[in-house]
C-alpha cells in the first residue's frame, strides 16, 4: 500500500472523564473513520491528564474496556485508531499509546521518556517496537519523546516508514515540538504525522495544537491551527520513502553505532569514539 489516507484528531480533552472522551471518540470515528486509513488521537486522549490518583483509578489492562471498545469501533468503521490510555500491568501504570485496527489490538508502545513530573503518575516504559501495517512498517512514539532524536533513529531502524505521534504539547513549547517533527522524519527519511491536543485545562495548561505531518524531507505536507479543534485530513504517498533513499540512506551510511561500548578516556582526560 503506497498512499495511506491519515485523519488527525486534534481536540480538546476533559481530564479523567473516560466516558466523555469516548463519546466525542466515537463521533470522529463515525464521521471519519469509513474515509481514513487511520485516525490519530492526542497523548492520553480516553483519560487526559488527571490528578494521579485519579490517574491510577482508571487506569486498566489491555484487555479492558477501552480497548475493547475500540476494536469494536475500528471494526464497525473498517479502520485503524491511534490513541492513548493508562495502561496497568500489576502495580505498574503506564502512559500507552495503542494501535487498533479492525482484526483487534495491533501494536502499543510505552512512553520511555516522561515529562517533568509525570513520573509521580507513571512508570517510564523501556521499548521501542514497530509492526507491519498494511503492507508497510509503522512505530508509536509519545510526545516529549519525540525530543530525543535516538527515539524515531530506533523506531526507523526497527523498519518503520510511517511514525504516529500522540501528543499533549503545551505553551510555550508549541515551537519545539514543530521543529522536532520535521527533523525525526528528515533524520531518518521517513513520514512523521503527530496529533496534539488544544484548548485549556483546569490547571490553566494551554495546549497548542499545531497537529502536522512531515515528509521524508522534512518539509511540512499538511498542518493544524494552534487555536482550535480540527480533524486535518492528508493521503501520503509512501513510495517517497524509498524516493528520498536513492541518492543517500542515512540509516545504512550513519557510522555512529555502539558508541557507549567504543568510548575511550586517556589520562589526559580526552575523551573519543572509533567509529
Not at 36 to 58: A, K, N, Q, W
Not at 206 to 227: C, K, L, Q
Not at 253 to 268: F, G, H, M, P
Request: hydrophobic share 35%; charged share 25%.
Amino acid at each position: 500500500m503506497e498512499k495511506v489516507r491519515i485523519a488527525l484528531a486534534q481536540l480538546a480533552c476533559e481530564d479523567g472523564q473516560l466516558d466523555d472522551n469516548l463519546t466525542r471518540m466515537d463521533r470522529i470515528i463515525d464521521e471519519h473513520g469509513s474515509s481514513h486509513d487511520v485516525v490519530v488521537f492526542p497523548e492520553t486522549y480516553t483519560m487526559g491528564f488527571p490528578s494521579r490518583d485519579i490517574c491510577h483509578s482508571l487506569a486498566q489492562s489491555l484487555e479492558g474496556s477501552v480497548v475493547k471498545h475500540l476494536e469494536q469501533k475500528a471494526q464497525e468503521a473498517n479502520t485503524t485508531i491511534v490513541t492513548g490510555l493508562y495502561e496497568r500491568e500489576d502495580e505498574n501504570v503506564y502512559n500507552t499509546t495503542i494501535l487498533v485496527g479492525p482484526s483487534g489490538l495491533i501494536l502499543s508502545y510505552r512512553k520511555t521518556h516522561l515529562w517533568v513530573g509525570e513520573s509521580v503518575r507513571v512508570e517510564a516504559g523501556n521499548k521501542f517496537r514497530s509492526c507491519s501495517w498494511k503492507n508497510t512498517h509503522l512505530g508509536l512514539l509519545i510526545c516529549y519523546d519525540i525530543e530525543f532524536p535516538e527515539t524515531a533513529r530506533t523506531v526507523a531502524s526497527l523498519g518503520a516508514e510511517l511514525l504516529l505521534v500522540t501528543d499533549g504539547n503545551m505553551h510555550p513549547y508549541g515551537p519545539v515540538h514543530r521543529t522536532a517533527i520535521q527533523a525525526r522524519a528528515q533524520e531518518n527519511q521517513i513520514f512523521v504525522a503527530m496529533a496534539n491536543r488544544v484548548g485549556d485545562d483546569n490547571d490553566g495548561n494551554h495546549y497548542v495544537g499545531g497537529s502536522m505531518i512531515s515528509d521524508p524531507y522534512g518539509r511540512i505536507v499538511v498542518e493544524a491551527s494552534t487555536d482550535k479543534e480540527e480533524i486535518l485530513s492528508s493521503t501520503i504517498d509512501l513510495s517517497m520513502v524509498d524516493e528520498s533513499r536513492q541518492h543517500y540512506h542515512y540509516l545504512n551510511e550513519r557510522r555512529t553505532n555502539n558508541i557507549k561500548q567504543k568510548l575511550k578516556e586517556d589520562s589526559n582526560g580526552i575523551v573519543e569514539v572509533e567509529i
